[in-house]
């Protein structure tokens, strides 16, 4: 199996050994431990600037910045291991203040590999970590300044002044007075000269009092992987875990859904403390309300604003409390803003930051409140006079939402037709509209279509949303295209049509398969990798010669990448500025 990464990787993140601020070739991870190559890997994710790996066996491996502890690996464990790796003092002493602050080679998180941990997803804020074990645990580290690892680590700070006599306590009447008249001030500068000569007719006492300042709250980093207690003590199995910039959204075995960290756009909605929904009671009317929404915006500018009445902080996970009982099947984070997939794969909630209509519920007003917005709000065009209504709604009730996903101001939708809907920010092209980048600079704030003619010919069969990037892999071309939708089950829909009609064809097919067995690696080879959007360090993957000091040009149209293509089981993945291949 082989890893590709390239992009942004200053820091390390790409694993490739070195510290290379833009890569735009896709360029092998270095191996862990001198290894040829890797075993199979299960998973990539990254963060703001680190990235982590999750190996078949559950081993998990980080690379990357580690200035507030998001790799995972302890200081002191990390100082021996240079330690043992450098072979002469003066080269030591320089890797040493380089390595504590970042890795370039994936390395293993031997907490997990020494207490018999089996990882089974992880995910990358800003600076935090999470990951998720086989027996529904939840182990976070790395930066704690919002609460984001749901582990309180808060220190109090109370600081005290004392003062030497009261002349600074008469200042600060002073100061509280200013406003009323203009002939307070030099009242009160009188009163403080008469209480200074006053001390010093005392014969020099000095009356002291302490005043204290305002209180400082501290939260301290997370340098290795901590159990989430809370979580583990009421018995709360989790299965998926998703990162924020500073929040975390967790996924329960019985589809609840868990919150904490920063909530100061709402990320973690009202509910985050049980609050019952405000005004979100005609859920079932979602397509008259998006037709109404610039009505409604006016309205509920300022509930949506005072909505967000959680606290800004929770420091340990809550229950987000849907008061009709709404189950979740997916979750996905945002920089800033969350979004959730119901169990029945038909709609979406929408709740956080929408200074870029991320949401896709029609406005760009922040919202804690949940928002539910049906498939069928952005899946068809709502049509007054259609000729073949009930055909219409027989096909809607086929179609689902298999995947979500977030990037820092964009969310993603992908149907069970292999269709990718996108909203939120169009400045970087990662709408994937083909427009012109130097006069267009919109955002969406509703669920578009990514119209293009490379993925009506070619259906998608996996994709990933990075910080302001998208990078999509289709099917083979030609036969393969038709074999991988039969493996998906999407000739379940057309079983009963054209039976008579199509059974010759059907039949070729099938022996065309059978002669092509032989063929399978080239079949293989066309599975195409696409990117489009944000490059300013070469993350599209399109092998451009790098210019020190220029970034690479944003694309708003899917760009073929040139050097590397997939098989019936390869996977890309997005990080914050950089991209990963898995190539099995």
């Not at 529904?136 to 109370?158: A, K, V």
């Not at 203009?182 to 000095?206: F, H, K, L, P, R």
């Not at 709609?347 to 922040?366: A, H, M, P, R, T």
Request: aromatic share 6%; net charge neutral; proline share 3%.
């Amino acid at each position: 199996m082989k890893i590709y990464s390239w992009g942004s990787g200053n820091l390390g993140q790409l694993g490739i050994g070195n510290t290379d601020d833009s890569v735009s070739t896709p360029t092998l991870v270095l191996p862990p431990n001198a290894k040829k190559e890797y075993e199979i890997v299960n998973d990539i994710v990254g963060g703001g600037c680190h990235s982590m790996m999750i190996i078949d066996n559950g081993d998990l491996y980080t690379f990357g910045s580690n200035d507030s502890g998001q790799l995972g690996i302890n200081p002191i464990q990390q100082q021996q291991q240079q330690q043992q790796q450098q072979q002469q003092q003066q080269q030591q002493q320089q890797q040493q203040q380089q390595q504590q602050q970042y890795k370039t080679i994936p390395t293993i998180l031997n907490y997990f590999k020494i207490n018999s941990i089996k990882i089974k997803n992880c995910s990358g804020g800003w600076a935090h970590s999470l990951a998720c074990d086989n027996n529904g645990n939840i182990y976070s580290w790395g930066s704690n300044s919002h609460g984001q690892c749901g582990i309180d680590t808060t220190c109090s700070l109370n600081s005290t002044l004392s003062t030497s006599n009261k002349t600074n306590n008469n200042n600060n009447n002073n100061n509280n007075n200013n406003n009323n008249n203009n002939n307070n001030n030099n009242n009160n500068n009188n009163n403080n000269n008469n209480n200074n000569n006053n001390s010093n007719n005392n014969g020099g006492v000095i009356k002291k009092r302490i005043v204290l300042k305002k209180k400082k709250v501290e939260r301290k980093n997370i340098n290795e992987p901590k159990l989430i207690e809370i979580l583990f003590n009421n018995k709360i199995r989790i299965v998926s875990v998703s990162c924020g910039m500073r929040h975390s959204i967790a996924l329960s075995s019985e589809n609840d859904v868990y919150g904490w960290g920063c909530n100061k756009f709402g990320q973690l909605s009202n509910l985050i403390d049980g609050n019952t929904l405000k005004g979100n009671n005609n859920n079932n009317n979602n397509n008259n309300n998006n037709n109404n929404n610039n009505n409604n915006n006016n309205n509920n500018n300022n509930n949506n604003n005072n909505n967000i009445v959680g606290p800004m902080v929770q420091d340990s996970p809550k229950l987000i409390n849907f008061k009709n009982e709404i189950k979740i099947i997916q979750i996905s984070c945002g920089f800033q803003h969350t979004l959730l997939l119901d169990i029945n794969f038909k709609n979406v909630l929408s709740f956080g930051q929408n200074k870029f209509g991320q949401l896709g519920n029609g406005n760009f007003i922040d919202q804690s409140n949940p928002y539910i917005i049906d498939i069928s709000s952005f899946i068809l065009p709502p049509t007054s006079s259609s000729p073949s209504s009930t055909s219409i709604s027989k096909s809607l009730n086929e179609i689902k939402i298999k995947e979500i996903q977030c990037g820092w101001s964009n969310s993603c939708l992908l149907t069970n037709e292999d269709k990718l809907y996108i909203c939120g920010r169009g400045e970087y092209g990662i709408l994937g509209d083909n427009r012109d980048l130097s006069v267009d600079n919109s955002n969406s704030n509703q669920f578009k279509l990514l119209n293009s003619e490379l993925f009506n010919e070619n259906k998608i069969k996996n994709f990933s949303i990075g910080s302001e990037h998208i990078l999509i892999q289709v099917y083979s071309n030609d036969i393969n295209n038709n074999n991988n939708k039969n493996n998906n089950n999407n000739n379940n829909n057309n079983n009963n049509n054209n039976n008579n009609n199509n059974n010759n064809n059907n039949n070729n097919n099938n022996n065309n398969n059978n002669n092509n067995n032989n063929n399978n690696n080239n079949n293989n080879n066309n599975n195409n990798i696409y990117s489009f959007g944000w490059n300013e360090h070469y993350q599209l993957g399109l092998c451009e010669p790098i210019i020190i000091g220029k970034d690479g040009d944003n694309k708003s149209f899917p760009q073929i990448l040139p050097s590397i293509k997939g098989n019936d089981k390869s996977l890309v993945k997005a990080g914050g500025g950089n991209s990963f291949f898995i190539l099995p």
